[in-house]
């Protein structure tokens, strides 16, 4: 499913801040989970990097987590792994993250309230992105804080998430994707039914 696309300013041929492939990432200040002090902006690392937006409370976002930490580990010196945690459910975060990636490179983060409908699954970072109600998401921006991949779709493996890195990173590397579906156990989230829908998961509220 493609997420829909806005755009802040008319494209000229110039950058612009939106949600479409080749647009410029929102820039957006998110906490750390564990150390609410520190801040990191995804828009600005300086190097390629993953955003996802997860939830404790979404199979797929946590079937497809290994992915993410072992390109976190494979890339360390030219990707950044960021994941999101919606602002429901981060409460069980923290000890999810020290039971199963106590040592990981992934940067935890968890995403700030939004200001529309259900802000606190639809965060500020998940909305400018042009998300909406359905979880996973992911989002890849190069080295330049440009967008080069988007999508709800979960990723089957590690090679899935890899055929979808920049040469900056690969080089010549060519990546082989079998066909490998996750669990997609369904689960609930505090505020609606959490429905498995393909390969994510629809946040339905009551």
Known sequence: ??????SE???????????????????????????ETTTVDPSSTGKVTIINFWGTWCGPCKAELPFFNEVATLFADKVDVITIHSVSGV????????ENYPNSNIIFTVDNKGAGRNPKVNGELFTLLGFRDAYPATVIIDENGVIIYTSYEAFHSTADLMSK???????DEEIVVEEEKPDMTPGLIALG???VLGAGCLVVFQ
């Open 1 to 6: 499913v493609t997420p829909p696309s806005q």
């Open 9 to 35: 300013g008319e494209d000229n041929g110039e950058l612009v801040v939106g949600n479409k492939v080749g647009n410029l990432c929102p820039s957006v200040n998110l906490s750390i989970i564990g150390d």
């Open 165 to 171: 890195l920049p040469k900056s990173v690969l080089g």
């Open 91 to 98: 409460g069980d975060a923290p000890a999810y993250i020290q």
């Open 193 to 195: 039914v959490m429905v």
